[in-house]
Protein backbone atom coordinates (compact mmCIF):
# COMPACT_ATOMS: atom_id res chain seq x y z
CA UNK A 1 0.00 0.00 0.00
CA UNK A 2 1.07 3.42 -0.93
CA UNK A 3 0.96 6.76 1.22
CA UNK A 4 0.42 9.80 -1.41
CA UNK A 5 0.33 13.27 -0.45
CA UNK A 6 -1.51 15.92 -2.99
CA UNK A 7 -1.19 19.81 -2.92
CA UNK A 8 -4.44 20.97 -4.53
CA UNK A 9 -5.95 24.05 -5.35
CA UNK A 10 -9.80 24.90 -5.25
CA UNK A 11 -12.23 27.36 -6.36
CA UNK A 12 -14.78 26.59 -3.04
CA UNK A 13 -17.63 28.96 -4.14
CA UNK A 14 -20.03 25.72 -5.27
CA UNK A 15 -18.94 23.25 -2.37
CA UNK A 16 -19.99 23.37 1.26
CA UNK A 17 -16.47 23.26 2.59
CA UNK A 18 -13.42 20.55 2.34
CA UNK A 19 -15.40 18.07 4.31
CA UNK A 20 -17.82 15.64 3.34
CA UNK A 21 -21.18 16.28 4.62
CA UNK A 22 -24.85 14.05 3.90
CA UNK A 23 -26.29 15.55 0.91
CA UNK A 24 -23.96 18.00 0.42
CA UNK A 25 -21.24 18.83 -2.26
CA UNK A 26 -17.88 19.23 -0.55
CA UNK A 27 -14.38 19.21 -2.25
CA UNK A 28 -13.78 16.27 -0.19
CA UNK A 29 -16.23 14.22 -1.15
CA UNK A 30 -15.52 15.19 -5.12
CA UNK A 31 -11.78 14.31 -4.65
CA UNK A 32 -12.57 10.79 -3.15
CA UNK A 33 -15.32 9.86 -5.90
CA UNK A 34 -12.71 10.14 -8.08
CA UNK A 35 -9.57 8.48 -6.54
CA UNK A 36 -12.14 5.96 -5.19
CA UNK A 37 -13.11 5.25 -9.04
CA UNK A 38 -9.20 4.72 -10.27
CA UNK A 39 -8.62 2.25 -7.03
CA UNK A 40 -11.84 0.79 -7.52
CA UNK A 41 -12.27 0.93 -4.03
CA UNK A 42 -13.54 4.11 -1.08
CA UNK A 43 -10.24 5.77 -0.35
CA UNK A 44 -10.11 8.39 2.46
CA UNK A 45 -8.87 11.27 1.33
CA UNK A 46 -7.49 13.45 4.59
CA UNK A 47 -6.72 17.19 4.59
CA UNK A 48 -4.66 19.13 6.46
CA UNK A 49 -7.57 20.90 7.85
CA UNK A 50 -11.36 21.86 6.84
CA UNK A 51 -11.98 25.00 5.23
CA UNK A 52 -15.60 26.29 5.70
CA UNK A 53 -18.13 26.43 2.78
CA UNK A 54 -17.12 29.22 -0.18
CA UNK A 55 -13.19 29.16 1.55
CA UNK A 56 -11.14 28.88 -1.38
CA UNK A 57 -7.38 27.48 -1.19
CA UNK A 58 -4.12 28.46 -3.13
CA UNK A 59 -2.22 25.03 -1.59
CA UNK A 60 -4.15 22.18 0.32
CA UNK A 61 -2.12 19.74 1.69
CA UNK A 62 -4.29 16.04 1.56
CA UNK A 63 -2.76 11.79 1.89
CA UNK A 64 -4.38 9.20 0.68
CA UNK A 65 -3.33 5.36 0.54
CA UNK A 66 -3.58 3.61 -2.72
CA UNK A 67 -2.71 0.18 -4.15
CA UNK A 68 -2.50 1.74 -7.94
CA UNK A 69 0.84 1.32 -8.63
CA UNK A 70 0.63 4.37 -11.49
CA UNK A 71 3.41 6.90 -11.04
CA UNK A 72 2.84 10.21 -9.74
CA UNK A 73 3.46 11.84 -12.24
CA UNK A 74 0.37 10.18 -14.04
CA UNK A 75 -1.68 10.04 -11.36
CA UNK A 76 -2.05 13.87 -11.24
CA UNK A 77 -2.62 13.98 -14.60
CA UNK A 78 -5.48 11.00 -14.63
CA UNK A 79 -6.97 12.87 -11.34
CA UNK A 80 -7.01 16.16 -12.67
CA UNK A 81 -8.68 14.44 -15.70
CA UNK A 82 -11.74 13.53 -13.94
CA UNK A 83 -11.82 16.37 -11.38
CA UNK A 84 -14.56 19.53 -12.61
CA UNK A 85 -12.44 22.61 -13.36
CA UNK A 86 -12.07 23.94 -10.38
CA UNK A 87 -10.27 21.37 -8.40
CA UNK A 88 -6.73 21.32 -9.29
CA UNK A 89 -4.29 18.95 -8.39
CA UNK A 90 -0.82 20.98 -7.90
CA UNK A 91 1.41 17.75 -7.01
CA UNK A 92 1.90 14.11 -6.15
CA UNK A 93 4.66 12.50 -4.53
CA UNK A 94 4.98 9.16 -2.44
CA UNK A 95 5.06 10.19 1.28
CA UNK A 96 6.09 7.96 4.63
CA UNK A 97 3.62 5.60 5.55
CA UNK A 98 2.88 7.40 8.85
CA UNK A 99 2.49 11.12 6.73
CA UNK A 100 -0.23 12.94 8.52
CA UNK A 101 -1.26 16.28 6.76
CA UNK A 102 -3.04 17.72 9.65
CA UNK A 103 -0.85 16.07 12.94
CA UNK A 104 2.92 16.48 10.95
CA UNK A 105 1.82 20.26 10.11
CA UNK A 106 4.16 23.27 11.45
CA UNK A 107 2.35 26.25 9.99
CA UNK A 108 -0.43 27.18 7.97
CA UNK A 109 -0.85 30.57 6.49
CA UNK A 110 -4.41 32.32 5.56
CA UNK A 111 -5.43 35.84 3.15
CA UNK A 112 -8.50 37.74 3.76
CA UNK A 113 -8.51 40.04 1.38
CA UNK A 114 -11.05 43.15 0.45
CA UNK A 115 -11.87 45.02 -2.74
CA UNK A 116 -11.80 48.89 -1.13
CA UNK A 117 -12.83 50.28 -4.61
CA UNK A 118 -16.47 51.73 -5.22
CA UNK A 119 -17.01 49.23 -8.23
CA UNK A 120 -15.81 45.60 -7.76
CA UNK A 121 -15.43 43.78 -10.68
CA UNK A 122 -17.12 41.00 -12.14
CA UNK A 123 -14.03 39.15 -12.17
CA UNK A 124 -12.75 39.32 -8.50
CA UNK A 125 -16.35 39.46 -6.95
CA UNK A 126 -16.09 35.68 -5.81
CA UNK A 127 -12.81 36.10 -3.93
CA UNK A 128 -12.93 39.52 -2.53
CA UNK A 129 -15.10 41.12 -0.14
CA UNK A 130 -16.19 44.29 -1.25
CA UNK A 131 -16.13 46.97 1.67
CA UNK A 132 -16.04 50.51 -0.55
CA UNK A 133 -17.48 52.06 3.19
CA UNK A 134 -15.08 54.35 5.42
CA UNK A 135 -12.16 52.29 6.63
CA UNK A 136 -9.46 53.64 8.68
CA UNK A 137 -6.68 51.27 7.16
CA UNK A 138 -3.50 52.36 9.24
CA UNK A 139 -5.91 51.34 12.41
CA UNK A 140 -6.29 48.13 10.71
CA UNK A 141 -2.59 47.67 9.90
CA UNK A 142 -1.34 49.09 13.62
CA UNK A 143 -4.30 47.15 15.17
CA UNK A 144 -3.05 43.25 13.32
CA UNK A 145 0.21 42.87 15.15
CA UNK A 146 -1.40 42.35 18.33
CA UNK A 147 -2.60 38.64 17.81
CA UNK A 148 0.92 37.17 17.40
CA UNK A 149 2.17 35.32 19.62
CA UNK A 150 0.53 32.70 22.04
CA UNK A 151 -3.08 33.60 22.92
CA UNK A 152 -6.16 31.84 23.56
CA UNK A 153 -8.33 31.99 21.23
CA UNK A 154 -11.77 30.98 22.31
CA UNK A 155 -13.09 34.11 21.65
CA UNK A 156 -12.61 34.02 18.28
CA UNK A 157 -13.83 30.16 17.28
CA UNK A 158 -17.26 29.58 15.94
CA UNK A 159 -18.79 26.29 17.94
CA UNK A 160 -17.80 22.87 17.13
CA UNK A 161 -18.76 19.81 17.51
CA UNK A 162 -15.13 18.78 18.54
CA UNK A 163 -15.74 21.64 21.54
CA UNK A 164 -16.97 18.78 23.82
CA UNK A 165 -13.74 17.24 24.31
CA UNK A 166 -12.28 19.92 26.00
CA UNK A 167 -9.29 20.62 23.50
CA UNK A 168 -7.11 23.84 24.08
CA UNK A 169 -8.03 26.91 22.01
CA UNK A 170 -4.75 28.40 22.41
CA UNK A 171 -2.41 28.85 19.34
CA UNK A 172 0.48 30.70 18.10
CA UNK A 173 0.50 33.02 15.41
CA UNK A 174 4.05 33.86 14.04
CA UNK A 175 3.05 36.89 11.72
CA UNK A 176 0.00 38.93 11.33
CA UNK A 177 -0.05 41.64 8.96
CA UNK A 178 -2.31 44.03 6.78
CA UNK A 179 -1.36 45.51 3.91
CA UNK A 180 -2.86 47.69 1.08
CA UNK A 181 -1.97 47.28 -2.17
CA UNK A 182 -4.05 50.02 -4.69
CA UNK A 183 -7.82 48.81 -4.10
CA UNK A 184 -7.13 45.70 -2.31
CA UNK A 185 -6.46 45.23 1.42
CA UNK A 186 -5.10 41.82 2.24
CA UNK A 187 -4.56 40.66 5.88
CA UNK A 188 -1.94 37.96 5.83
CA UNK A 189 -1.89 35.43 9.01
CA UNK A 190 0.63 32.64 9.74
CA UNK A 191 0.13 30.37 12.75
CA UNK A 192 0.55 27.20 14.34
CA UNK A 193 -3.03 26.01 13.64
CA UNK A 194 -6.36 27.80 13.54
CA UNK A 195 -9.53 27.26 14.48
CA UNK A 196 -12.98 26.98 13.00
CA UNK A 197 -13.90 30.04 11.52
CA UNK A 198 -11.10 31.88 13.04
CA UNK A 199 -9.30 33.91 10.94
CA UNK A 200 -12.68 35.37 9.39
CA UNK A 201 -13.47 35.82 12.88
CA UNK A 202 -10.47 38.09 13.09
CA UNK A 203 -10.98 39.74 9.65
CA UNK A 204 -14.43 40.40 10.98
CA UNK A 205 -13.04 42.08 14.06
CA UNK A 206 -9.44 44.31 12.07
CA UNK A 207 -12.69 45.47 10.34
CA UNK A 208 -14.50 46.25 13.04
CA UNK A 209 -12.01 48.18 14.32
CA UNK A 210 -11.22 50.18 10.52
CA UNK A 211 -14.90 51.15 11.07
CA UNK A 212 -14.08 52.70 14.55
CA UNK A 213 -16.39 50.40 16.78
CA UNK A 214 -13.84 48.45 18.08
CA UNK A 215 -10.31 49.16 19.52
CA UNK A 216 -6.98 47.86 20.45
CA UNK A 217 -8.12 46.81 23.84
CA UNK A 218 -11.26 45.41 22.55
CA UNK A 219 -8.96 43.25 20.66
CA UNK A 220 -6.77 42.63 23.57
CA UNK A 221 -9.79 41.98 25.65
CA UNK A 222 -10.57 39.00 23.90
CA UNK A 223 -7.78 37.01 24.80
CA UNK A 224 -8.20 37.23 28.88
CA UNK A 225 -9.34 34.17 30.25
CA UNK A 226 -12.77 33.87 30.90
CA UNK A 227 -13.72 36.92 29.06
CA UNK A 228 -17.61 35.83 27.74
CA UNK A 229 -17.19 37.36 24.09
CA UNK A 230 -18.75 35.97 21.76
CA UNK A 231 -17.09 35.38 18.79
CA UNK A 232 -17.31 37.16 15.32
CA UNK A 233 -18.02 39.33 13.54
CA UNK A 234 -17.38 36.82 11.01
CA UNK A 235 -15.90 38.23 7.77
CA UNK A 236 -17.46 36.44 4.48
CA UNK A 237 -16.38 33.08 3.26
CA UNK A 238 -15.49 34.32 -0.31
CA UNK A 239 -12.44 36.68 1.13
CA UNK A 240 -10.68 33.70 2.82
CA UNK A 241 -7.99 31.71 1.04
CA UNK A 242 -5.68 29.14 2.81
CA UNK A 243 -2.33 30.32 1.13
CA UNK A 244 0.41 27.23 2.31
CA UNK A 245 0.77 24.43 4.75
CA UNK A 246 4.46 23.98 5.93
CA UNK A 247 6.09 20.81 7.34
Request: charged fraction near 25%; proline fraction near 6%; charge should be positive.
Amino acid sequence: MRRIKIVLAYDGTNYHGWQVQPGMQTVQSVVESVISGMEGRAVRVTASGRTDAGVHALAQVAAFELENPIPPSNLQKAINRLLPRDIRILRVEETAPDFHPRYHATAKTYEYRIWRGEIASPFERLYFHHHPYPLNVEAIRAAAPILEGEHDFTAFAASDERDELGRSKVRTIFSSRAELAGERLIYRVRGSGFLKHMVRNVAGVLLEIGKGNLSEDDLRSRFEPGCGIRSGPAAPARGLFLVSVEY
